[in-house]
């Protein structure tokens, strides 16, 4: 079992469509194992995404995700990083797969609807970032 940890982001929040989300994730048989909704400060959105700190969409990206509320969720399962990141898509929804998260529901390469760790060592941070292991189950 391994866990990874999903956002549903600004844009999809916004839109109603976390249900939607959510609803894959269980019908994938990914469990949810901690979620919570929160609405990150631009310095938040900054320390969960320093590992593109250097990026030229850094401002922008973080400045998005600190727009209004995100849903936050640990999630576990059977190879889930993996399975999660498949569930999403490409981050770009142009170059997204057919039936994906994102080829359905995103808007741009940067209101995409979702994020999903994308290694043992992201999802490590990412958990950690968000919740605390009382908050796990
Ligand atoms: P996410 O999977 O959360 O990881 C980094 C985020 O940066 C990405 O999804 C997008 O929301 C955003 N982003 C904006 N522009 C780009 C880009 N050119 N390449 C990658 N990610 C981008």
Redesign the pocket.
Same mark, same amino acid.
């Given at each position: 079992m391994e866990r990874t940890l999903a956002?549903i982001?600004p844009d999809a929040v916004e839109r109603g469509l976390a249900g939607k989300i959510l609803d894959r994730i269980e019908d994938n048989r990914l469990k949810i194992v901690a979620l919570k909704m929160l609405h990150l400060s631009k310095g938040e959105a900054e320390g969960f995404?320093k590992v #593109?700190s250097e990026r030229p969409?850094f401002s922008?990206?973080t400045k998005y995700m600190s727009t209004s509320p995100v849903i936050v969720a640990v999630l576990n399962g059977e190879d889930a990083i993996k399975k999660w990141r498949d569930l999403m898509g490409a981050?770009n929804p142009k170059d997204a797969a057919a039936g994906t998260i994102r080829k359905e529901f995103a808007i741009d390469?940067?209101k995409?609807s979702v #994020?999903?760790s994308d290694s043992h060592e992201s999802a490590s941070f990412e958990i950690q970032y968000f919740f605390s292991n009382i908050e796990i189950f």
């Open positions: 956002i982001k995404y #593109h969409f922008s990206l981050t390469i940067e995409n #994020h999903g």
